[in-house]
């Protein structure tokens, strides 16, 4: 489900988001799974792609996409009271995505994937999966 073809992608302008929030509650396996489920199958009608890191009560999110569908996520995504303390760390218009295999990967715990979700990333003891190295910065 997290696979996407992109194919409208050379004709609109690409925008990446990074923020960073906390969780107002502690996420459980099943919060998170059913979080990833919502946010991967409207990501795949919206062409967005990106990823999700979770840890210590934190979210580090990147969302790509064109511009007008990031823009409509993110006024979705400011609401959820799911979390809070939002802090945008990058905003702008970019040529290529960095995730563009996954319309949610995502990078946690390792416990916190007792359902084997797919695109899931295990932290290593150092708190870095495969993926969230791409996450922040530019
Ligand atoms: C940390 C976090 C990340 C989220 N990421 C996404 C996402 O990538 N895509 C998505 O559709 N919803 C995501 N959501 C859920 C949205 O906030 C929102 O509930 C959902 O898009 C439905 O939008 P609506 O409330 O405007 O109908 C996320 C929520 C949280 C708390």
Not at 81 to 89: E, K, P, S, T
């Amino acid at each position: 489900m997290q696979a996407m073809t992109i194919t409208t992608e050379q004709t609109q302008a690409l925008e990446r988001l990074v923020y960073k929030s906390r969780a107002t509650e502690v996420m459980g396996t099943l919060a998170l799974f059913n979080l990833l489920n919502q946010a991967r199958e409207r990501n795949a009608n919206l062409g967005v792609t990106g990823h999700l890191l979770y840890v210590n009560g934190m979210f580090t999110q990147c969302i790509e996409g064109p511009t007008s569908a990031i823009e409509t996520l993110w006024q979705s995504i400011q609401r959820d009271a799911r979390h809070d303390q939002i802090l945008v760390v990058e905003r702008g218009p970019v040529k290529v995505r960095r995730f563009d295999a996954w319309a949610m990967a995502f990078s946690s715990y390792r416990y916190l994937n007792s359902f084997n979700m797919p695109g899931f990333f295990p932290l290593n003891e150092a708190g870095v999966s495969e993926k969230s190295g791409l996450c922040a910065g530019s």
